[in-house]
T-cell receptor, first 115, second 111 residues
Framework: DTGVSQDPRHKITKRGQNVTFRCDPI?????LYWYRQTLGQGPEFLTY????????KSRLLSDRFSAERPKGSFSTLEIQRTEQGDSAMYLC?????????????FGSGTQLSVL | GDSVTQMEGPVTLSEEAFLTINCTYT??????LFWYVQYPGEGLQLLLK?????DKGSNKGFEATYRKETTSFHLEKGSVQVSDSAVYFC??????????FGKGTMLLVSP
């Protein structure tokens, strides 16, 4: 168990550029979540996958955001035409849903700064 | 919708002091309740949980009791250590929804 890994740890970009983040979940975890956390706030849900299917998207996820999880393994989160308001920590979590209680394991996050 | 309110920080304590971090929630159903902890430079980790009313979650000397009548899930520890310095998040999960977090409370423990 190597834990949930996210890449990159930090990303600085200029407004209007596109960025892509990657998340590698714990192997065999069938659920993968993306959250966003701004300074002084708790994590806010963005979207989640069960295997390769994207099952839910938050209203926070504008059409500039897209997430994929090909083959139900790693996931990518892309932000197009970044805005300064997109600056935040993007967190990925994975879990193995087997019924009953679901425990999420979080990565350390990708800190995005949009200049 | 669901929401979680927790006390603002930072909470500053001396080592071996008693800790309480208040958390109240609003939910339409019968949620499960959690406390997560985030140590500096690390990802969020589940600290403890309670899945029904009157359950007490406990771990590493921390505990919290699910109080349905007051919609609360306050975190307590009898004697904090410097290594407990971190940000603590209260969260809830309804059967049909994903985790909803509070804003977090920073705890600073000095020797």
């Amino acid at each position: 168990d190597t834990g949930v890994s996210q890449d990159p740890r930090h990303k600085i970009t200029k407004r209007g550029q596109n960025v892509t983040f990657r998340c590698d979940p714990i192997s065999e975890h069938n659920r993968l979540y993306w959250y966003r956390q701004t300074l002084g706030q708790g994590p806010e849900f963005l979207t989640y996958f069960q295997n390769e299917a994207q099952l839910e998207k938050s209203r926070l996820l504008s059409d500039r955001f897209s997430a994929e999880r090909p083959k139900g393994s790693f996931s990518t989160l892309e932000i197009q035409r970044t805005e300064q308001g997109d600056s935040a920590m993007y967190l990925c979590a994975s879990s193995l849903r087997t019924g009953g209680f679901e425990k999420l394991f979080f990565g350390s996050g990708t800190q995005l700064s949009v200049l | 919708g669901d929401s979680v309110t927790q006390m603002e920080g930072p909470v500053t304590l001396s080592e071996e002091a008693f800790l309480t971090i208040n958390c109240t929630y609003t939910a339409t159903g019968y949620p499960s309740l959690f406390w997560y902890v985030q140590y500096p430079g690390e990802g969020l980790q589940l600290l403890l949980k309670a899945t029904k009313a009157d359950d007490k979650g406990s771990n590493k000397g921390f505990e919290a009791t699910y109080r349905k009548e007051t919609t609360s899930f306050h975190l307590e520890k009898g004697s904090v250590q410097v290594s407990d310095s971190a940000v603590y998040f209260c969260a809830l999960s309804d059967p049909l929804s994903t985790l909803t977090f509070g804003k977090g409370t920073m705890l600073l423990v000095s020797p």
